[in-house]
């Protein structure tokens, strides 16, 4: 291991404390060996997944206890600078709320982690253990009653050892005070609950109440853990008299929660710095406040089964019979050269001990090539010509984003180029991102024959550039939430969106369909993740309808059993879409697909060849088609 390089370790916790070992098979039918909970160890802090990302130091010392195994993950050369910007952007994702004990947890974390870290994830048999228990007849029945008795000790804030939520120092307690309201009288505060906030939480407090100094921090932690669904008011009664007046406040600290939309009574009162009382009304306001989505009341096994990871395309393309293929000035560019032996490496040491070469290099080299300003040795070639010659490059470019590294850079070369764009006088198309180029490039259509002529760019091409857009998917930053439209070009998301509908139609190539559903299925899933996580949608209304068609028309047509190309990706696609979709656009959604008969596609589906493999799925979607949200 390099001098610069760091270990990285997985800490392995048994929640049960053996008591799964024991009562397992009896209770379930099938024997587990332990309720894992596990961390990340890298240099002198352990980070894990609970009530919210925590991080520890020294290792060892969370409420979790003992690990009951010590497994060496691999190693990482990344800076601290690096690594804690990633699990900056996890932090929304992994936030307290959005914990769930089956499906977003710990070991959900740290394999996300563990791979930006090292390129492989932590054992399968951990990440699949809750796959394992919803197999099971009595674990469907018992999941509630598992989640109850588990989130306490899951999502509980560390007391054992120094726990601060990641990426906030530990002084920074209070960090969430600038989104608490201070109302200095019962006027400003009419003002803010005049505008409904859905849930609100009265804190009143004095400057001289010594139990409110023990309770603040955990005041302004939930203000800040809950910024995007509760507000904070905190009143000082000592000069908001007619607040303590209106609410009868006879002592500090007290606690009210109020659910404006629904009237003006107050919800629960609490009195004194209890904590625990704090937390579980704030929780229960927040229940009432989003009531949970009616799907989640249906009984989905398969599809909350379908495993939430991407499918990528990581095959290498045959390097000798590439490079020979290429205009020499292509094939002996240092970036394009660097790339291969990249891939080579990495394919036989394994991404750990493959140090990235120079992306910028090969950001630039790229833009050459998709730009169409490379010498490809032609006098005035046409576009299909062009095109015809650099396709190699464009699948090359496909098998390096399958390292997260390189994803993740691309990932954030969007918004760099957005942000340069916003800011020069130039013309904005001219800085566009590699990632636009290749969605403009997506959605080129496909020559008659398939091949370099008149009216289209070969099929080739347009299949090595959806498998690279599917790819992308290898981050948890694509497509990226903060990137917002120019003038000259739709969001990313919607430009997904043509790029899927538009290949789907295409008769005349299947492979460029699967393709297609393959990144339907990505697309869908990250809709899935942040829908669940964050009640943010990243679809146009008029995308989710326009998606959820055609994959519901190319589902009927696909008939062929190819595996995750076809059919599978697609069912799985489109229940992702539909599960939880929210009321507004998902109305028209559900009545349409019902209307066209998607119901009786998926019933052929799930009565077909392909009933083994994907049926369960095809019949939780029509579940959810016919029962809407009733």
Known sequence: MAMDEREVILYVYDLSQGLARQFS????GTYIEAVYHTSIVLSSNEYY???????????????????MDIIKLGSTSLPDAVVEEYLESLKTIYSPEAYDLFMHNCNNFTNDFSVFLTGKGIPDYIVSLPRTVLETPFGRMLRPQLEAALRPVTNAPNVAGATTPVGRPVAAAAGGASKIKLPRNLTELHKILDAKPPAVLLYFTSPTCGPCRVIGPVVSQLAETYSQKLTVVKVDVSVAHDIASQYSITAVPTFITLTPPHGDEKLKTLSGANEAGLRAMVDEVIRIAYPPHPHTSLSLPSLLAIKMTPVLHPTHPPFPKVLAKLPKSISAAQPLTSMITFLQHRASKGERETPLPSLVSWAAFLRTILTKQADIEVEAPSDEVYYAKIFPVVDIFRATLVDQRVSSYFTEEVQR?????????????????????????????????????????PYQLRLVTLQALANLFSTPLF??????????TS???????????????????????????TLAFNLA??????RSTQALEILAPADIL?????????IGRETEEDGWGGVKALVCALGLLVYSVPREEGEEVLETLGAVGV????????GGKWKREVGGVAGDVVRIVETGFS
């Open 599 to 606: 119901a009786e596609t998926l019933r052929g589906v799930m």
């Open 49 to 67: 997944y609970g009530h919210g990302l925590q991080v520890t130091s020294p290792p060892g010392t969370t409420h979790h206890g003992t690990p």
């Open 417 to 457: 180029h957005h942000n340069q764009a916003a800011s020069s006088a130039e013309n904005i198309g001219e800085a566009r991102s590699i990632v636009h180029l290749l969605l403009t490039l997506s959605t080129t259509p496909v020559s008659e024959d398939g091949k370099a002529g008149e009216g289209g760019i």
């Open 525 to 530: 899933l990250h809709v899935q993740k942040l």
């Open 546 to 554: 326009d998606l959820t068609l055609a994959i519901g028309e190319a």
């Open 25 to 28: 098979t009896q209770f379930l």
């Open 491 to 517: 969001s990313i998301p919607t430009l997904l969106t043509n790029s899927i509908t538009s290949s789907l139609l295409d008769s005349s190539h299947k492979s460029v369909r699967h393709a297609a559903a």
């Open 479 to 488: 497509p990226p939430s903060s990137q917002k439209p120019d003038p000259t």
